[in-house]
């Protein structure tokens, strides 16, 4: 054939851009279907979101990264564009105690993450949750002020 391909039904002739459509059409279709958790994650490292959901997932796993101390007084709260934490924290102790342990903590949330974090907030205050323990204070009995029980 000279220059141009025959459909196959009659003869009715393809132009050259057809043809190449058609070729590529029928290249697709013979492929596997894609799963569709591959498909997700190559959208999104397309859009550029692959790194945001990356960063996202700090706030789930938080109690793994930092470990159940830090854990109990601290509250993920959010992560900005620009990567930064924002972190809730018991006490004003705690938030300076925590700022001075940052590099270690970042380092540790970082590994081995598409979404870098690149900085924390560390927020004192305004923590969730009731009772001491969440305070990081420790359990004490509190008596009402008045005359102690051996009457004195």
């Given at each position: 054939?000279?220059?141009?391909?025959?459909?196959?039904?009659?003869?009715?002739?393809?132009?050259?851009?057809?043809r190449?459509?058609?070729?590529?059409?029928?290249?697709?279709?013979?492929?596997?279907?894609t799963?569709?958790?591959?498909?997700?994650?190559?959208?999104l490292?397309?859009?550029?979101?692959?790194?945001?959901?990356?960063?996202?997932?700090?706030?789930?796993?938080?109690?793994?990264?930092?470990?159940?101390q830090?854990?109990?007084?601290t509250?993920?709260?959010?992560?900005?564009?620009?990567g930064?934490?924002?972190?809730?924290?018991?006490?004003?102790a705690?938030?300076?105690?925590?700022?001075l342990?940052?590099?270690?903590?970042?380092?540790?949330?970082?590994?081995?993450?598409a979404?870098?974090?690149?900085?924390?907030?560390?927020?004192?205050?305004g923590?969730?949750?009731?009772?001491?323990?969440?305070?990081g204070?420790?359990?004490?009995?509190?008596?009402?002020?008045?005359?102690?029980r051996?009457?004195?």
């Amino acid at each position: 054939m000279t220059g141009k391909e025959r459909t196959g039904r009659g003869s009715q002739p393809l132009p050259a851009g057809k043809r190449e459509a058609v070729a590529h059409e029928a290249r697709a279709m013979s492929k596997r279907p894609t799963p569709l958790g591959d498909a997700l994650a190559e959208w999104l490292r397309q859009s550029g979101m692959a790194e945001r959901v990356g960063q996202a997932s700090v706030l789930e796993e938080w109690p793994r990264l930092v470990g159940p101390q830090i854990a109990r007084v601290t509250e993920p709260e959010s992560v900005s564009a620009d990567g930064v934490l924002r972190v809730r924290v018991a006490t004003a102790a705690w938030a300076q105690e925590l700022s001075l342990m940052t590099p270690r903590i970042l380092a540790r949330i970082n590994a081995g993450r598409a979404g870098r974090i690149r900085g924390i907030r560390w927020l004192a205050g305004g923590l969730g949750g009731s009772g001491s323990e969440g305070r990081g204070e420790p359990r004490t009995s509190r008596r009402p002020a008045g005359p102690s029980r051996n009457g004195s």
